[in-house]
């Protein structure tokens, strides 16, 4: 009975977010932006309204199509994100006091949410055509991104940086304490840690100018991981640009920062 109501409750909580990431390929919803934003709206409902911990609502996520259609044999991932949800999970269980109201594990589901958004878009006929273009996403880059997703804000304290990165700094160092205590090889766990500093570094707000220039100009000439990491910046905003979920972000964020920056709060 119990392993009976625990199935249903999975089947319960899968078939919403299968059914909300799927209406984001319905072109009859789209608005004037070409962008669904009821489907957007619903799929980050989703994870506002979900009552269990980061790793139960990370299992189902990767029950979706998506995530299965990027399966692999013998592919680390998906156990080494969902070890690090529970890692965080516990971190948020220790500390005593309630999350921060905008950095909670509420936001990292959000932006895993928008990552697989991003990532099931159709890719462009040029792009297909073009293997070596650096927005081709392969199967393992999808799955550092969400590695990336899971982790960038680990640790976070609802506070601002009083130095470039030191917030994501934080959450890498965190992050590689999980890494530390894998069994997986430390080809792999070394390869990893490459990839996701700069990625995670990104996010900072401040270094947004200096990530889009290397996008824009006649001299742009982006890499892999500048690609890599324009997605990790998208999916951590998608969801405050929405017009009903940027509202209730925007409020959250000023009560975050009520304490640590009343001029920035009144300003959200």
Not at 45 to 64: A, I, K, M, Q
Not at 183 to 190: E, H, K, R, T
Request: some cysteine; proline content about 7%.
């Amino acid at each position: 009975s119990v392993d009976t109501n625990k199935f249903s409750l999975h089947f319960m909580l899968q078939a919403p977010i299968s059914e909300a990431l799927a209406k984001l390929q319905n072109p009859s919803q789209n608005d004037l932006s070409g962008k669904p934003l009821d489907a957007l709206e619903t799929l980050f409902e989703l994870s506002r309204s979900y009552t269990e911990g980061f790793r139960e609502f990370l299992e189902e996520l990767l029950r979706s199509s998506f995530w299965k259609g990027q399966d692999y044999p013998t592919n680390p991932y998906p156990e080494l994100c969902l070890g690090l949800a529970s890692r965080i999970d516990s971190h948020a269980g220790s500390m005593g006091h309630p999350e921060p109201a905008y950095h909670s594990r509420k936001h990292f589901q959000d932006v895993c949410l928008a990552l697989t958004a991003l990532l099931s878009q159709p890719a462009s006929s040029s792009q297909k055509s073009e293997p070596h273009d650096p927005w081709v996403i392969s199967h393992e880059d999808a799955w550092v991104l969400l590695f990336c997703a899971v982790a960038h804000d680990f640790g976070h304290d609802g506070s601002i940086n009083k130095a470039p990165f030191e917030l994501e700094k934080s959450s890498i160092e965190k992050t590689r304490n999980f890494l530390s205590q894998n069994s997986y090889s430390p080809g792999l766990i070394g390869g990893l840690e490459a990839k996701i500093e700069p990625i995670i570094l990104a996010t900072d707000p401040s270094f947004l100018s200096t990530l889009l220039t290397k996008f824009t100009g006649t001299t742009a000439n982006p890499t892999k991981i500048d690609c890599m990491s324009m997605l990790m910046v998208e999916a951590d905003l998608l969801a405050s640009v929405l017009p009903m979920r940027g509202k209730l972000l925007g409020k959250l964020l000023g009560q975050e920062w009520e304490s640590s920056n009343p001029k920035a709060a009144a300003s959200v």
